[in-house]
Nanobody, 116 residues
Framework: EVQLVESGGGLVQPGGSLRLSCAASGFTFSSYAMSWVRQAPGKGLEWVSTINYGGGDTTSYADSVKGRFTISRDNAKNTLYLQMNNLKPDDTAVYYC????????WGQGTQVTVSS
């Protein structure tokens, strides 16, 4: 059974940091490009970041998070990460990880709330 399980979300003040994790199982993690996508309240899905399959030496970011967020992966642990620094209220959203390869898989999401 394929599973993507996000964790690490929560409530943080503006300027704070969070590290999201996405634990993968049931498929060959290293063979899949991995992404983070978010959905703010009342809005559609917004792509955040992608890391390529394999060694993860290629990453890309939405302009809204560039310089503040860092995506990474640990293929030995089948885990995807998103380090989020200098968080802003506009970063408030449910964050989903997705796997894109032979198939596309999605996690259930983790809530991030940035508020004072």
């Amino acid at each position: 059974e394929v599973q993507l399980v996000e964790s690490g979300g929560g409530l943080v003040q503006p300027g704070g940091s969070l590290r999201l994790s996405c634990a993968a199982s049931g498929f060959t993690f290293s063979s899949y490009a991995m992404s983070w996508v978010r959905q703010a309240p009342g809005k559609g899905l917004e792509w955040v970041s992608t890391i390529n399959y394999g060694g993860g030496d290629t990453t890309s970011y939405a302009d809204s998070v560039k310089g503040r967020f860092t995506i990474s992966r640990d293929n030995a642990k089948n885990t995807l990460y998103l380090q989020m620094n200098n968080l802003k209220p506009d970063d408030t959203a449910v964050y989903y990880c997705s796997a894109d390869g032979q198939y596309i898989y999605w996690g259930q999401g983790t809530q991030v709330t940035v508020s004072s």
